[in-house]
């Protein structure tokens, strides 16, 4: 299996998760508060995944969607996972409002480039790990 396929397929299921997850707040601060930040903790956790997920995408991959900092992705990651009590949730919630629709939309464009056959896609789609991006197979 191509792991360029499954780094972006789990990229976008994670950017959909947190889209979800977000979508009910007005700010960072009801965001980071509600439900005794599980929709907050979540999230960090997705960013996280996020930028694991992109450590492993091919260079070349990354070098033909300059329009995407990806060592800012992975600088996050690692600021995120080794300062837990430390996560800024006005950052978090200025990437979810000013970069994930970007970031989506440029890994349906990576999905596409992938040139992977539909019943492949559909397959792997059909997990319920990544039901929120089923919308690829139309």
Do not use: C
Not at 31 to 44: I, P, S
């Amino acid at each position: 299996m191509n792991k360029n396929l499954i780094s972006s397929l789990t990229i976008l299921e994670a950017i959909e998760k947190i889209l979800i997850y977000s979508s009910e707040y007005k700010s960072y601060s009801d965001f980071l508060w509600a439900n005794d930040q599980k929709d907050f903790n979540a999230t960090a956790n997705l960013l996280i995944a996020i930028g694991e997920e992109v450590k492993n995408l091919d260079d070349n991959l990354k070098d033909r969607h300059p329009e995407i900092s990806w060592t800012n992705i992975v600088g996050m990651r690692n600021i995120f996972s080794h300062n837990y009590r430390g996560i800024d949730a006005e950052l978090v919630w200025n990437i979810i409002n000013s970069d994930l629709i970007q970031l989506k939309d440029v890994f349906i464009k990576i999905i596409k480039e992938l040139e992977v056959e539909r019943a492949v896609l559909g397959s792997i789609l059909s997990s319920q790990f990544y039901r929120h991006i089923r919308y690829l197979i139309n």
